[in-house]
């Protein structure tokens, strides 16, 4: 069964940066697509940040040369570093797995329980 754990979320002035990690069990990590999404209070959850397990990546405009993901497959971790945080980036951050690319990114399936992060002064 996968499980999936967030962690390094917490309160950061604007402009200011975090580290996400999403720690994962109970498969094959190597062979899986992982993805970031987030979703603000009222707001639908949304794509932030893909790779793939040949280590490409997608960006969400709204992040693009801020957010930085990544992944250590020996760890079996995946990270997003966020960069030049801006209020509208408040939200809970949650990680998901997949190992089919497209189904991650149109209907993701498994979730962590997400990380809040608030950017405010």
């Known amino acids: 069964q996968v499980q999936l754990v967030e962690s390094g979320g917490g309160l950061v002035q604007p402009g200011g940066s975090l580290r996400l990690s999403c720690a994962a069990s109970?498969?094959?990590?190597?062979?899986?697509?992982m993805a970031w999404y987030r979703q603000a209070p009222g707001k639908q959850r949304e794509l932030v940040a893909v790779?793939?397990?040949?280590?490409?990546?997608n960006y969400a405009d709204s992040v693009k040369g801020r957010f930085t993901i990544s992944r250590d497959n020996a760890k079996k971790t995946m990270y997003l570093q966020m960069n030049s945080l801006k209020p509208e980036d408040t939200a809970v951050y949650y990680c998901?797995?997949?190992?089919?690319?497209?189904?991650?990114?149109?209907?993701?399936?498994?979730w962590g329980q997400g990380t809040q992060v608030t950017v405010s002064s």
């Open positions: 998901s797995v997949d190992r089919d690319f497209a189904r991650l990114v149109t209907d993701a399936r498994t």
């Open positions: 790779i793939s397990s040949t280590l490409s990546t």
């Open positions: 109970g498969i094959i990590f190597n062979v899986y697509a």
